[in-house]
């Protein structure tokens, strides 16, 4: 689980296989983004959701919220070598502020 | 064509030298970015800026200065750079709304020798 000044996590998984990368956050939001980071370029969005959505789909991509817990999770089906790439979940605690968490470096062997 | 540049994308200074870092975007964004990326780390927050001459610090604003005179262009610098300065340092705009998406360039790595 990422969050804070938690250092980098890390997963290393096969291709085909599912995984879930999960986000803990301390302060409010209304929203938490994911970001996906490829190596040597910017962090890119790939899913938002809402504080009232429980849960997001884009294509191989699932989000999840839990208000409650302050918890977050991002999950890849069926993940190919092309997912390989560190993620970021990042809150908005207001002023237009993101605040990014440590991130979860996925390994996606062939 | 939505983007972010940034230039240089490589800078070797010495420490105590000046520092000048740029980033333009073409989407009219209202709010722009700069954040440091140390390694296993994830980004902190350096300065945001709202609009021009309208900007904020963030999380670790000391060492640095920005400045923003036009809409497009944001500039971060860096007074007598030092070696703990050493880092890759990303820019990104966004619409002003929280639900925004943030867009990133590709980032400056900067050495400070």
């Known amino acids: 689980s990422q969050w804070g000044e938690e250092n980098l996590q890390a997963l290393s998984i096969q291709e085909g296989e599912d995984v879930t990368m999960n986000c803990s956050y301390k302060?409010?939001?209304?929203?938490v983004h994911w970001y996906r980071q490829d190596s040597g370029r910017g962090p890119a969005l790939i899913i938002l959701?809402?504080?009232?959505?429980r849960e997001k789909r884009s294509g191989r991509l699932r989000a999840t919220l839990d208000t409650s817990s302050q918890s977050s999770s991002l999950s890849i089906t069926a993940a190919q070598c092309e997912d390989t790439a560190v993620y970021f979940c990042?809150?908005?605690?207001?002023?237009?502020?993101?605040?990014f968490g440590s991130g979860t470096r996925l390994l996606v062997s062939p | 064509d939505m983007k972010v540049t940034q230039m240089p994308r490589y800078l070797i200074k010495r420490m105590g030298e000046n520092v000048l870092l740029e980033c333009g975007q073409d989407?009219?964004?209202?709010?722009m970015y700069w954040y440091r990326q140390d390694p296993g780390l994830g980004l902190q927050l350096i300065y945001i800026?709202?609009?021009?001459?309208?900007?904020s610090e963030g999380d670790i604003p000391k060492g640095y200065r920005v400045s923003r005179k036009k809409r497009e262009h944001f500039s971060l610098i860096l007074d007598s750079a030092k070696t703990n300065q050493t880092s890759v340092y990303f820019c990104?705009?966004?619409?002003?709304?929280?639900?925004?998406?943030?867009?990133f360039g590709p980032g400056t790595r900067l050495t400070v020798l």
């Open positions: 990104a705009s966004s619409l002003r709304d929280s639900y925004a998406e943030q867009f």
């Open positions: 302060t409010y939001t209304t929203v």
């Open positions: 959701i809402r504080s009232n959505e």
């Open positions: 990042a809150t908005d605690p207001g002023g237009y502020k993101v605040v």
């Open positions: 989407m009219s964004h209202e709010t």
């Open positions: 800026s709202y609009d021009v001459d309208s900007n």
